[in-house]
């Protein structure tokens, strides 16, 4: 049979690793309007997630500049990823975060009041202040803290995903990366194990341009990041970070293609991190005014609410309200959290063993009967 003529050979379909996968424009519009509207009930809930996450960063970074927390890591521009993550996944499955996207404790039902108490690390959290701020996490909602060291959390969330796949448990694991961390080699042994053992594991890099400074384009010369996946075996995927429900279509399908046993999912999601990297940074040094004036442009928080807005959804009046009760909410939490103490010096014992063994319980007597230092201005 002879071949078809060059002009007649069907069209290459899009390569869902070069490519930018999205569900609105820029202006909120559906990008195919054929495929139908979006599920409004879900489309709210994003909002109000997204909006909660915007307005809760701004009142904590104002606490850091106040002195009264050490340290805070913001996610304003990258919302999106963290809400439709946590809107992706079912209670049972397991989340291994970096820096930004502790709000997925939040969106899965993680009570505002002890999350913040993890940024005070006093007696109201349930970690026992033994984390930094913004290191945020809690067994109720299946969520593992992370490390400052760059990338350990993927091998963490592979092996909880192999170990899923051992025990014949339909529980997903989602492990998250910066694009700095594919520089890592813990990112690399992780997509190795993950496409090898098919694991159930979507592991998903928020490519903000920037590893603290480091521009993109001096991490990798692939032409994605998403492309990087092709190497280990895994479908991969580059979507549009920055559109909520892009995220959300994206997220869904890879977490079922692991809950129905087909492996892992690497997707990249391009985004941008409109503010600093922590209050301990200064992006003027390293980027300019204008790069970030283009990509406000693109703000998933103002794109989601003209998407609202247009399909009737959203109004002044409802977005004032959204507003008046997250604000509302955040500052009872902080007023609840904050007058709480430090933790008693003697859970420096607890959740060490099981068990404690002896040397431990001697330990703990002879602090408990040792006075406390002086605060600070008390002593002599």
């Not at 909602?141 to 796949?165: D, E, M, R, T, Y």
């Not at 990297?277 to 200064?282: A, E, L, P, R, V």
């Given at each position: 049979m002879?071949?078809p ?7 290459a ?11 609105l ?6 990008v195919?309007a ?11 809930r994003?909002?109000?997630e ?11 970074i104002?606490?850091?500049r106040?002195?009264?927390v ?5 996610c304003t521009?990258?919302?999106a990823?963290?809400v439709?993550?946590?809107?992706a ?6 989340v ?10 939040l969106?899965?039902?993680?009570p ?8 005070y ?6 970690l ?7 290191h945020m996490?809690?067994?109720a909602?299946?969520?593992v803290?992370?490390s ?5 959390q ?6 909880a ?8 448990d339909?529980?997903?694991?989602v ?6 961390a ?6 690399h ?5 993950a ?15 920037f ?6 384009s ?17 479908p991969?995927l580059r ?19 692991a809950r ?18 922590s209050?301990?940074?200064d992006p ?19 794109r ?16 004032a ?13 902080i ?36 006075p ?9």
């Amino acid at each position: 049979m002879s071949s078809p003529a060059a002009d007649d050979a069907l069209p290459a379909p899009p390569d869902a690793a070069l490519g930018l996968f999205r569900v609105l424009d820029d202006e909120g519009a559906l990008v195919d309007a054929a495929a139908g509207e979006p599920d409004a009930d879900l489309a709210l809930r994003a909002y109000r997630e997204m909006r909660r996450v915007r307005l809760l960063d701004a009142r904590m970074i104002l606490q850091q500049r106040q002195g009264r927390v050490g340290f805070y890591g913001a996610c304003t521009g990258q919302e999106a990823v963290p809400v439709a993550t946590g809107l992706a996944l079912e209670p049972r499955d397991w989340v291994f975060p970096a820096l930004r996207e502790s709000s997925v404790m939040l969106v899965r039902g993680f009570p505002l009041p002890r999350y913040l108490a993890q940024v005070y690390g006093n007696a109201a959290d349930v970690l026992k202040g033994r984390q930094m701020p913004s290191h945020m996490s809690g067994r109720a909602v299946n969520q593992v803290s992370w490390s400052s060291c760059i990338g350990p959390q993927l091998p963490h969330a592979v092996g909880a995903a192999w170990a899923a796949k051992l025990r014949k448990d339909d529980v997903v694991a989602v492990g998250f990366l910066g694009d700095g961390a594919s520089s890592q080699p813990d990112f690399h042994a992780a997509m190795n194990f993950a496409g090898v053992f098919r694991v159930p594991v979507v592991i998903v890099c928020q490519n903000n341009h920037f590893a603290i400074s480091v521009p993109s384009s001096r991490q990798t010369a692939s032409a994605t990041f998403a492309i990087k996946g092709r190497a280990y075996g895994l479908p991969c995927l580059r979507v549009d970070g920055n559109d909520v429900l892009a995220v959300h279509r994206a997220m869904t399908e890879a977490v079922a293609r692991a809950r129905a046993g087909d492996g892992a999912t690497f997707v990249e999601c391009v985004t941008y991190r409109i503010g600093a990297h922590s209050t301990s940074d200064d992006p003027t040094r390293y980027r300019s005014d204008d790069e970030v004036r283009a990509w406000e442009k693109k703000d998933p928080l103002a794109r989601l609410a003209r998407h609202l807005r247009a399909r009737g959804l959203l109004d002044d009046a409802a977005d004032a309200e959204i507003e008046r009760v997250i604000v509302a909410d955040v500052a009872a939490a902080i007023a609840e959290v904050e007058p709480v103490g430090a933790p008693d010096r003697l859970t420096l014992f607890d959740d060490v063993y099981a068990e404690p063994p002896w040397h431990l319980v001697e330990q703990r007597a002879a602090l408990a009967r040792t006075p406390p230092a002086p605060k600070h201005g008390e002593g002599p």
